[in-house]
């Protein structure tokens, strides 16, 4: 493999989770209607309301569709700090769509 920047395909793949501070070990859920699970305690939070540090958007190499976004979350309930995959595009799942749409909806709120 090169490291051609020209040509994506031939570049060695990145490690997003590498990008996310090394405190971050815990994991995260997107459930249906725009929530999200902690995975260490269980509690289950409207995305709306959850603590979103920080994201990193990457795309496929290969599939431009395979569009993947890793936030950092940590859980106000028991203070675990970790990331959550959401797939967006034409391929997302519906809970994955759901968080992705009341994370966006809390960047930019109604201005009513």
Known sequence: ???????????????????????????????????????????????????????????GASDPDDMLLVVEVSCDNCGAKGSMNLGFGPTASPEDLDTVAALSAEDHPDPD
């Not at 395909?9 to 994991?27: C, I, K, M, W």
């Not at 459930?31 to 269980?42: P, V």
């Open 1 to 59: 493999m090169s490291n051609d920047p020209v040509n994506p395909v031939d570049r060695r793949p990145t490690n997003v989770a590498s990008d996310l501070p090394g405190d971050r070990e815990h994991q995260f859920r997107a459930e249906l209607g725009g929530f999200i699970r902690c995975l260490t305690c269980d509690s289950r939070v409207p995305a709306s309301e959850a603590t979103a540090e920080g994201d990193n958007r990457t795309e």
